[in-house]
């Protein structure tokens, strides 16, 4: 049983640019949230979709978009980048209405910004 | 509003000591609380989670948490430290609704042989 996977593991932007970073969730979760780890630092809330649609946010500005596909999978867009993007970004996975809101996280990707 | 506080950034123990990592939480709403880890360069593995069960909670590795009300505390323990366990520990919390997690600062723990 696959976890949670997440592509690519490693990336360097240049300022300004914009990134996409993915994100499959473990088999039969249905949920899945975003999390910014900067280094030494625990990891921020940035976002959670839930049947296509953002859920719930949290202290991110609109630069940071998400999106959910049908097959759950979720994408994380941070477009005008900022050397303070450089962080790890985790990826994690739920079942809605699951016993005991256990949450999966992925390896994540790392994000330079240069 | 819920948040959480990790005493101590950085804990240092000896191979066969106890290991007692700190952590207090504050939340309006009952909550439920995890304890994480994670190994250099990788993602987090979930330890234990309390989920108003037992409020003594059994996890992975020998690690167990109590949740204590009145302290407002979920502190993490293992009775004899290992050289693997050196990584870092995030205690987090979350409300019911399957919504995000608050995550602590994180404690580094340390393994002297």
């Known amino acids: 049983d696959a976890g949670v996977t997440q592509s690519p593991t490693h990336l360097i932007k240049t300022r300004g640019q914009q990134v996409t970073l993915r994100c499959s969730p473990k088999s039969g979760h249905d949920t899945v949230s975003w999390y910014q780890q900067a280094l030494g630092q625990g990891p921020q809330f940035i976002f959670q979709?839930?049947?296509?649609?953002?859920?719930q946010r949290g202290n991110f500005p609109d630069r940071f978009s998400g999106h959910q596909f049908p097959n759950y999978s979720s994408e994380l867009n941070v477009n005008a980048l900022l050397l303070g993007d450089s962080a790890l970004y985790l990826c994690?996975?739920?079942?809605?209405?699951?016993?005991?809101?256990?949450?999966?996280f992925g390896e994540g990707s790392w994000l330079t910004v240069v | 509003a819920q948040s959480v506080t990790q005493l101590g950034s950085h804990v240092s123990v000896s191979e066969g000591a106890l290991v007692l990592l700190r952590c207090n939480y504050s939340?309006?709403?009952?909550?439920?609380l995890f304890w994480y880890v994670q190994y250099p360069n990788q993602g987090l593995q979930l330890l234990l989670k309390?989920?108003?069960?037992?409020?003594l909670v059994k996890g992975i590795n020998g690690f167990e948490a109590e949740f204590k009300k009145s302290e407002t505390s979920f502190h993490l323990t293992k009775p004899s430290a290992h050289m693997s366990d050196a990584a870092e520990y995030f205690c987090?919390?979350?409300?019911?609704?399957?919504?995000?997690?608050?995550f602590g600062q994180g404690t580094e723990l340390s393994v002297k042989p």
């Open positions: 979709y839930y049947e296509e649609e953002e859920r």
């Open positions: 939340s309006s709403v009952p909550p439920y």
């Open positions: 987090a919390v979350s409300d019911r609704s399957g919504g995000k997690l608050i």
């Open positions: 994690a996975s739920s079942r809605r209405g699951g016993s005991g809101n256990t949450i999966y």
């Open positions: 309390y989920t108003s069960a037992a409020t």
